[in-house]
């Protein structure tokens, strides 16, 4: 299993924190922000495909931000999957 760290911008949360292994997500962590609402999506996403979470997740935005916590860690998991694997072909 691979630790993740994303420092996301544009929304009140300051870090995540994630795990992936076989292609899977695991153990997401946000720090700072809707603190109810970011452990249902660390619930929600628990064990899903990383190509899954990108696709549900990817262009969320929360208020005028133009993103959200929850869009921060698509942005994240697709930066990834781009340096592992080169362009994604996983759209919205």
């Not at 696709?55 to 781009?82: F, N, Y």
């Amino acid at each position: 299993m691979k630790h993740y760290t994303y420092i996301p911008t544009g929304v009140c949360s300051v870090r995540i924190d994630y795990d992936i292994e076989d292609g899977k997500i695991f153990n997401v962590k946000y720090e700072r922000g809707c603190n109810g609402n970011l452990k249902a999506i660390g619930a929600l996403v628990e064990g899903m495909e990383v190509k899954d979470v990108i696709k549900k997740l990817r262009g969320i935005e929360c208020g005028i931000k133009g993103t959200s916590c929850s869009d921060q860690l698509a942005q994240s998991l697709e930066q990834i999957v781009e340096w592992l694997y080169g362009k994604t072909k996983i759209g919205k």
